[in-house]
């Protein structure tokens, strides 16, 4: 079992920033992936940022150039720094990991608005 706790969401104004932290715990050793992923209201959960099985990222086209998807494996924590926050950018952002047997975890999610 992995468990994932998100931190950092909140209220900030177009064109600020907000760090996104994600602590695993459990069974890390079994985790292939990682990734972030957000659901706006009405609207499906889509992929912002991951890191692959073997340490590659990969961001969705409508955040690239302004979100950083990091880890501190020292700290089995992983961050997403998002920058120049757009007002569609407001959605909760659930932390993902994927075992190497295929299994899916989800943290609980955290809130992200943008206020124009």
């Known amino acids: 079992q992995v468990q994932l706790v998100e931190s950092g969401g909140g209220l900030v104004r177009a064109g600020g920033s907000l760090r996104l932290s994600c602590a695993a715990s459990?069974?890390?050793?079994?985790?292939?992936?990682m990734g972030w992923h957000r659901q706006a209201p009405g609207k499906q959960r889509e992929l912002v940022a991951s890191?692959?099985?073997?340490?590659?990222?990969n961001y969705a086209d409508s955040v690239k150039g302004r979100f950083a998807i990091s880890r501190n494996n020292a700290k089995d924590t992983m961050y997403l720094q998002m920058n120049s926050l757009e007002p569609e950018d407001t959605a909760v952002y659930y932390c993902?990991?994927?075992?190497?047997?295929?299994?899916?975890?989800w943290g609980q999610g955290t809130q992200v608005t943008v206020s124009s």
């Open positions: 459990g069974s890390i050793f079994s985790i292939s992936a």
């Open positions: 890191f692959s099985s073997g340490g590659s990222t």
């Open positions: 993902s990991a994927s075992s190497w047997t295929r299994r899916d975890y």
